[in-house]
């Protein structure tokens, strides 16, 4: 019985996960050219949450708040990479985790020969979450950006259909997020140079 009492009460000490839909970034105030920012408490539940943006590249622009084509907030960040496998890396940390968070990628365009690749992985605790990943705006002059890996812990947006405005991906993580990372760059058979990405919800 001492057994059983004790191991209720170790459980009751764990956090446990919030219920969130989405980054609301209308209301999350990243001040604009910040590559890090501590939102404090943001969602319904209330979750910490932090912002950070690493890795190679030199951002010409943002990231700043924008509307995109849909008329949706989104914040935006132009980027000029100096080789083709540079990927800027933006963190999400979430404090409690959140579940079932969903958000929208603009811009995720270009071609075979010269476009864009967001690619999406997050974590709750330590282990990897699937990711359903879906392309928007079908009907946009040479289809959608393409999706692989959707339903896997790895998901990845490519931009083949041309230079759309605001091509888009929904990002749909069913399971519970404490971190989640959108590594963004050049489509790996492009070429370095300048681009442009948006994160919405």
Do not use: E, H
């Not at 540079?86 to 999400?92: E, F, I, N, Q």
């Not at 603009?106 to 690749?117: K, L």
């Not at 947006?157 to 759309?164: E, I, L, V």
């Not at 091509?167 to 963004?184: A, E, K």
């Amino acid at each position: 019985m001492k057994n059983q009492l004790l191991i209720w009460g170790m459980a009751i000490m764990l956090p446990l996960p919030l219920f969130a839909q989405d980054l609301n970034w209308n209301t999350s105030a990243i001040p604009n050219n910040s590559l890090s920012f501590n939102f404090g408490s943001i969602g319904t539940p209330a979750s910490s949450v932090t912002y950070a943006v690493t890795g190679p590249g030199t951002i010409t622009t943002g990231p700043t708040r924008f509307t995109t084509a849909q008329g949706d907030g989104a914040w935006r960040t132009a980027i000029t990479f100096a080789a083709v496998t540079d990927l800027k890396v933006y963190t999400l940390t979430f404090n409690p985790a959140v579940c079932g968070l969903s958000f929208i990628l603009y811009d995720i365009d270009g071609t075979n020969a010269s476009g864009d690749r967001a690619i999406v992985t997050a974590n709750y605790s330590g282990n990897p979450q699937n990711i359903t990943m879906t392309a928007l705006d079908p009907g946009f002059a040479g289809g959608p950006p393409t999706i692989t890996g959707s339903g896997t812990p790895t998901a990845t947006g490519t931009g083949t259909q041309g230079n759309q405005t605001d091509d888009r991906v929904q990002v749909t993580i069913p399971g519970c997020v404490s971190t989640l990372t959108i590594q963004y760059g050049n489509n790996p058979a492009g070429a370095a140079g300048a681009r442009s990405f948006s994160i919405g919800k």
